[in-house]
T-cell receptor, first 115, second 116 residues
Framework: GAVVSQHPSRVICKSGTSVKIECRSL??????MFWYRQFPKQSLMLMATSNEGSKATYEQGVEKDKFLINHASLTLSTLTVTSAHPEDSSFYICSARADGGTEAFFGQGTRLTVV | AQKVTQAQTEISVVEKEDVTLDCVYE???????LFWYKQPPSGELVFLIRRNSFDEQNEISGRYSWNFQKSTSSFNFTITASQVVDSAVYFCALIPNMNRDDKIIFGKGTRLHILP
């Protein structure tokens, strides 16, 4: 299957700082990318959907100013957690889908710890 | 409503036993896709299978098999002769309508423990 690379896999940051997570599709053009958040022992919660070249669509309850998503190219989307706080600590995972594709491929996930 | 229900939160079986993970879905659409993913302790999501709504054939892949029944809106997953390496969280998922923006709807997952 297609490869989606997510970086970094783990990050620890201080409260108040910002963290950027990258999601790259390595061997296909990802028209649509999805960002999920997963709390311990819970399911994946969709945060936002982004289409290349346009603004992301955020799910209800997700702060767009807190979680900045950029999908500037067909192979890269970034999620920036701004002014991170300990409650933002979580596992973040992206997925990417090609135009007309029937499957979304997932990155390896990023475990964010805010101290 | 469009949702996926995995009623089994956690299952423990002894190695070599067979185990079935249940998945029931709801969607208004006639064209949809169903998935199973495995999430091992490392966290990444491993794709296991995709099934479209027009294909009700059951599928077998090694020790894994899937039973798709539209009449009961179920897409159950069976592991035969389970192994310790099968221990993971398994998610059933639905794309209600395959268009450009449609998102994947995940069930809450079933945590499977295979005991040696």
């Amino acid at each position: 299957g297609a490869v989606v690379s997510q970086h970094p896999s783990r990050v620890i940051c201080k409260s108040g700082t910002s963290v950027k997570i990258e999601c790259r599709s390595l061997d296909f053009q990802a028209t649509t990318m999805f960002w999920y958040r997963q709390f311990p022992k819970q399911s994946l919660m969709l945060m936002a959907t982004s289409n290349e070249g346009s603004k992301a669509t955020y799910e209800q309850g997700v702060e767009k100013d807190k979680f900045l998503i950029n999908h500037a190219s067909l192979t890269l989307s970034t999620l920036t957690v701004t002014s991170a706080h300990p409650e933002d600590s979580s596992f973040y995972i992206c997925s990417a889908r090609a135009d007309g594709g029937t499957e979304a491929f997932f990155g390896q996930g990023t475990r964010l710890t805010v101290v | 409503a469009q949702k996926v229900t995995q009623a089994q939160t956690e299952i423990s079986v002894v190695e070599k036993e067979d185990v079935t993970l249940d998945c029931v879905y709801e969607t208004r659409d006639t064209t949809y896709y169903l998935f199973w993913y495995k999430q091992p302790p490392s966290g990444e999501l491993v794709f296991l299978i995709r099934r479209n709504s027009f294909d009700e054939q059951n599928e077998i892949s090694g020790r894994y098999s899937w039973n798709f029944q539209k009449s009961t809106s179920s897409f159950n997953f069976t592991i035969t002769a389970s192994q310790v390496v099968d221990s993971a969280v398994y998610f059933c998922a639905l794309i209600p309508n395959m268009n450009r923006d449609d998102k994947i709807i995940f069930g809450k997952g079933t945590r499977l423990h295979i005991l040696p």
